[in-house]
T-cell receptor, first 106, second 116 residues
Framework: EDQVTQSPEALRLQEGESSSLNCSYT??????LFWYRQDPGKGPEFLFT???AGEEKEKERLKATLTKKESFLHITAPKPEDSATYLC???????FGTGTSLTVIP | GAVVSQHPSWVICKSGTSVKIECRSL??????MFWYRQFPKQSLMLMAT?????????EQGVEKDKFLINHASLTLSTLTVTSAHPEDSSFYIC????????????FGPGTRLTVL
């Protein structure tokens, strides 16, 4: 059965404390892996798409990487405005993970 | 650019009534629109995919007679929850895409449905 698992479920960081979020997947034929940011009560906001192992993409303090079994979202020197739930989704059919709720404390 | 709106943003209805939710792409034409449901503390679950002018494709386990989807134009899709019950209470989110795949989806702000 295809699955997408994100860890940790919740993460609290001090401002400036870098960390990584994990998205593990087991799908038979990955056609793309997506990262989104979701603020409370709002729809997801697109961040990145990764297509093949070894691919990396960056945007401001965020960097996404992809291997054959998982993806990482690295957050460098986070700020309070980075607080949100970060979702990954995989395209075989289309499955979202349950997300990591990130809180950055000033 | 790439703004998607939903209306209403929240709705409360009585059990047994039907509720219509609109999803509009405001500044682009959407070849494909997707509808998702999100329960508290859970992730988004894809309910159906709709292409303009054709019948929606529903995911396994989603009742097509209960969740009616109409994609009448390249900027408007509607989801009607028929004979709503309390277990249908959820956060419904649409997304719109200019392509046929899942890439480049622009999400709406969501509609909170509460069925009493």
């Amino acid at each position: 059965e295809d699955q997408v698992t994100q860890s940790p479920e919740a993460l609290r960081l001090q401002e400036g404390e870098s960390s990584s979020l994990n998205c593990s997947y087991t799908v038979s034929g990955l056609r793309g892996l997506f990262w989104y940011r979701q603020d409370p009560g709002k729809g997801p906001e697109f961040l990145f798409t990764l297509y093949s192992a070894g691919e990396e993409k960056e945007k401001e303090r965020l960097k996404a990487t992809l291997t054959k079994k998982e993806s990482f979202l690295h957050i460098t020197a986070p700020k309070p405005e980075d607080s949100a739930t970060y979702l990954c989704a995989v395209e075989d059919q289309f499955y979202f993970g349950t997300g990591t709720s990130l809180t950055v404390i000033p | 650019g790439a703004v998607v709106s939903q209306h209403p943003s929240w709705v409360i209805c009585k059990s047994g009534t039907s509720v219509k939710i609109e999803c509009r792409s405001l500044d682009f034409q959407a070849t494909t629109m997707f509808w998702y449901r999100q329960f508290p503390k859970q992730s988004l679950m894809l309910m159906a995919t709709s292409n303009e002018g054709s019948k929606a494709t529903y995911e396994q386990g989603v009742e097509k007679d209960k969740f009616l989807i109409n994609h009448a134009s390249l900027t408007l899709s509607t989801l009607t929850v028929t004979s709503a019950h309390p277990e249908d209470s959820s956060f419904y989110i649409c997304s719109a895409s200019t392509g046929k795949g899942y890439n480049e989806q622009f999400f709406g702000p969501g509609t909170r449905l509460t069925v009493l």
